[in-house]
C-alpha cells in the first residue's frame, strides 16, 4: 500500500515447501486450537507499537549511476479508540501511523474477539484528503488460522480493463515462532502476492495473537528484480496517554 490501503491489499500466492533429508519424516506441523488465539487483539486506547524499518533499494534502480540505499527509520502505529467513520454506520477501531517523511495515516479496522477486519484508510495530506473506503469489511486475520488456509481479498481494485487492476490473494504459510528486537513471539505466517500493472509486490506478515502485527517484509519486483525490499520488526510495544479523540473523516 503506497503503504497505503494499509496493511490492506496483496496479490497471487506463492507456495513455500520445508525441506528435510530422505531419511527423516517431515516434522508434525504446529496446530493451535482457534481458542488459543482468542482474543486475537489485546487492546486499549493508547497502545503503540514502535517498528524498526529497513530499506533496501540496490543499485541502479532509481538511475543508471544511482548508488544502492540501506537506510533504517522508525515508523510508529498507535490505538486511538473507536472514531466515527461511515456516516450512518458504527463507528469502527482506529489507528494512527507515524513515519518520517509521509504524512500521517489513519487505519480503519473493526476489532472483535475472533477476527479483525480492514474497512479503510486515510492518507492525511491534507485538508482536502479523504479516505479510502473498502466496499465491504476484509478479513486480515481471524483465530484457528492454520497452513494452507487462505483469506479472500479484494479483486479489481483499479481501473476496470486497464493494466492497473490490482488481482489479490492471500495465504496462510503456517505457524511459527518469530524474533523480532521486541522479543520472540507465536505466530501466523502469512503470504500476500499481488501484480499491480507490471509492478509485482511479495507481502508477508507475520501476525501473533494478542499482540498484533511483529513482523512485515514486502518486496517489490520489477522485470522479475529487486527494486525495493522493506523490513519492519516489532522493536517496542507499550502504552501512552491520549490527549485527544480521533478526528472522524471529512470536512470539519
Sequence with gaps: MNPRSIFILVP????????????????PAVVAPSGMDLPVLKIEPGDYWSYRVRIEIPAGVTGDQAAAVDSTHQRTRTFLGKTPFIPGSPDVDCFEVIAPNSPPMREFVNIFEDRVE?????AMKNAESRPIVLPTPVVFFKAGLQAGD???MPTGVGVPGSEAVRQRVCAVIGREECVVPAGSFPSVRMLMNGLDGKIETRRTIWFSPGTGIVKEERIRYAEGKVIVKETHELAEKGHKALTERPKAPGPE
Design 150 to 152: 487462505t483469506l479472500p
Design 118 to 122: 480492514l474497512r479503510g484508510d486515510w
Design 12 to 27: 497471487v500466492l506463492g507456495l513455500l515447501l520445508a525441506s528435510c533429508k530422505e531419511e527423516q519424516a517431515a516434522p
